[in-house]
DNA sequence: CTTAGGG
DNA sequence: CCCTAAG
């Protein structure tokens, strides 16, 4: 069974209501938010019936509704916006400017939260360069991600092992994960290895499916058996749709769609899929609204706002450490902060005034995203540890300073806004075009242009692909906190657990792209993943070359701590380091002469061709 | 800014 | 992960 959100009497056809073609005349009108619809969390049980979800499934979702907006631009860069561009162009209602722009908005705010919520069901992608090249080329206008290439060529790992790098032993590896030999505990186990984060499910069938999903980077996952052996799912005889393996669950309906359609038509699948997911995503929404109304301590005046949102804590960290360098003459000296003051200068935060009901003025700022006006309290922020002085006092008396208290505000709306609550500071910067894409509906589109033709359509592809069971990662950025430092030391990051995922992608990217070239691959491959700088995929394959040529630990007493790297993937960083004279210092006493050799072949051959393909 | 390597 | 040196 699986979580979904429903719509009581409603189905897939009200559901595509809310697609992008139809969606356009809904979603231009501003009230849209009142949707009469009444939305529900609820369960699809095995045999179709519809129940009450669970707290741990709404935790679940409410997870996906904190981080909503983490990836949404991506979204919409890998798939949304290019249906968007595909459907204006023959649609006669292009030249609306306005509500054509209110429509991207609306769009990617769903698509973002669809996202999240399609990666934890869906793994609709495949990492695989390859398989974004032919798809970029073969379907310009369509939906990047015909989910039928990536059953064929799910697993791309193996097949660029064998294909291009000869690598005969790759395939012979029995790097099996039998999935239906494991308990719900292991299972669970592997869930956190392979995307990162906990789950609180307890289907066996739809943990092993996610893991198989997750780990072949297909959706196109047998439903009767799960093993995967070269991040392959390893398929049975014919599977009958109703038969499973358990015995006791009964086929999950959504899942089975999902395979149906998976083998459907390819084109039309990923538009249905979408559409379900954006109705799903709006339901989501609305689910956020009421759950914000109900459970925090917002003022009333939010309630009525469009997307009502309370921030993160991470979020709440943040703002908390930035508003704190403000008052830190020492910090506010450093460059990086320097960096930090600049903003766009098309962003759309300003400080607003409010005059409540009660005479009461507040101040708000206005968070304009995609035209749309989201007042948040200026102070309504919860300060951990140190006090501060009260930047209401500080702005009544001293309306003079207000210029730089919106200046920080507006930084950390764009740290808000263009991811989640990762990363602060240092990326900021990288990511305020994220940032503005939102901000500027208007220019969405310019932008996406100038995207797909500077970057090359290896993005769109790539971030649709490959970022899925990243969702799982950014659903735990919450934890995941920069320490302010309070004495002059750096922040730290919280030790973020490499998923499956993430390996498999970096290895994939290094087979491509050679090693050493981490900016090309975080580029390529973790364009999504705002953490992983190119320098942890530098540390990670350091890591991993070390474990991939230790001798498999013979069995020490303790548990692993993680999961360990499936041999499978192992074996494919020992073939690339050693096709790179890339070997662990201690273990390649002899031989130092290959060095420069592969290195130039590197370079020169196109054993890698990770450039930019047109 | 990106890499490489040590810590 | 962090930090730093070096290109």
Redesign the pocket.
Known sequence: METVVGVEGNDEGQVEETGVEKGSSALSSPKQIADPVVYKLVRVEGDGRLVPATDDEVMEVEDFLEDDKSEMHEVADGGQTVRNICNGGSSPGKNQLESSGLLKSETEADTGKVNAQLEESFPLSAPSFNDNHINQSGSTGECPKPPDNMAESGSSASALCTGSSSNPDFSKLKGEICLDKLSIRELHEVFKATFGRETTVKDKLWLKRRIAMGLTNSCDVSTTTFTIKDNKLLKNAEEECNQNVDGSVTQDPAVVATDVSCKDSPTSHGSQVEDHQIGAGKKLRNRSIELDSGSDHLPTEQRGAKRIRRPTKRYIEELSEVESRDYSPRLMSSPKNAGLGQMSPRSCVRPVRNVLSDGRTVVTRLDSLGGSGVHVPYVSRVRRSRPRKNVMALMKFNPSSMGMAAKLVKKALVVHSSQTDDDIGDKV?KKRSSADQIQQPFFAEVEKDRQSSVMGRIEVGENLGLRQADSSGDNSDDNVV?VPTAKG?????H????TLVEVMKLVEGVSKCG??????I?RLAFASYS??T???L??KW??LLKASFAQTPPDDGRKPTSMPIPEPILVRVRELAEMNAQVPPNLSSSKPTVGSRNLHETRSGEKWDCGEVK
């Open positions: 910067l920069t030391g750096r922040r730290r990051k030790h973020r657990a490499w090693p050493g070239r981490w900016s090309e975080k953490y992983r190119s320098v942890d530098k540390d350091r890591n």
